[in-house]
């Protein structure tokens, strides 16, 4: 597609569950990022994958969060055993490279834990 | 630590009136960006700013950079209802590094 894909848009999960979200970025771009959005607020920054090098993970909050980017492509970020307080909007976004260049965002994946 | 602050948190106008919605920093910036975000999707950007100093106008949107390059504005001239939304910056420290946003500015137009 043109755009970023995030799946699932919406996932309700038990405390204490581990979960997957995806992000299929635009094709061609070089750069993505994971951010968490509580509540209307701003964008807490996640991690950023730019192409091959070693991800910037100093937003990570705890060990319980993970990404990966299989193939400079598809990113997964994995939370393992979820917390209340991981409920937020993960939002996921790409863009062409690491200079000047706006980011495009995904819809998000609206995460709750019950 | 909030790095970037934006000013008011909530703004609710009429329609036609003027509005500026303010973000501010300690740091320098190699670049600022502006994004609006509605309900259920994910921000889109406005436009990317990179001289202390510049001006940039899109339509009824006027953006500025401060000369410093820590400060921006966003000047919003006849606000339509169609302006409502959440109003993020988004700071750079380098090109080669990720941005961080500001805690945005809900802003809210009355017909």
């Known amino acids: 597609g043109a755009g970023v894909s995030q799946s699932p848009s919406n996932k309700v999960t038990e405390k204490g569950k581990d979960v997957e979200l995806r992000c299929d970025p635009i094709s061609g771009h070089t750069a993505l990022y994971w951010y968490r959005q509580s509540l209307g607020q701003g964008l807490e920054f996640l991690i950023y994958f730019q192409g091959n090098s070693a991800p910037d993970k100093s937003g990570l909050p705890s060990d319980r969060f993970s990404a990966e980017r299989t193939g400079g492509s598809v990113s997964t970020l994995t939370i393992q055993r979820t917390q209340q307080e991981d409920s937020a909007v993960y939002l996921c976004a790409s863009s062409l490279g690491s200079g000047d260049y706006g980011y495009t965002f995904g819809s998000g994946t609206r995460l709750t834990v019950v | 630590t909030q790095l970037l602050e934006q000013s008011p948190q909530f703004l609710s106008i009429q329609e036609g009136e003027n509005l500026t919605v303010y973000c501010n920093s300690s740091?320098?910036?190699?670049?600022l960006q502006w994004y609006r975000q509605e309900p259920g999707e994910g921000p889109v950007l406005l436009v990317t700013v990179v001289t202390g100093g510049e001006v940039k106008k899109l339509k009824r949107l006027t953006f500025q950079f401060g000369d410093a390059r820590k400060d921006s504005s966003l000047h919003i001239t006849a606000a339509q209802p169609g302006d409502t939304g959440l109003y993020l910056c988004?700071?750079?420290?380098?090109?080669?590094?990720?941005?961080?946003f500001g805690s945005g500015t809900r802003l809210s137009i009355r017909p």
């Open positions: 988004a700071g750079r420290y380098s090109s080669a590094s990720k941005i961080i």
């Open positions: 740091s320098v910036f190699s670049s």
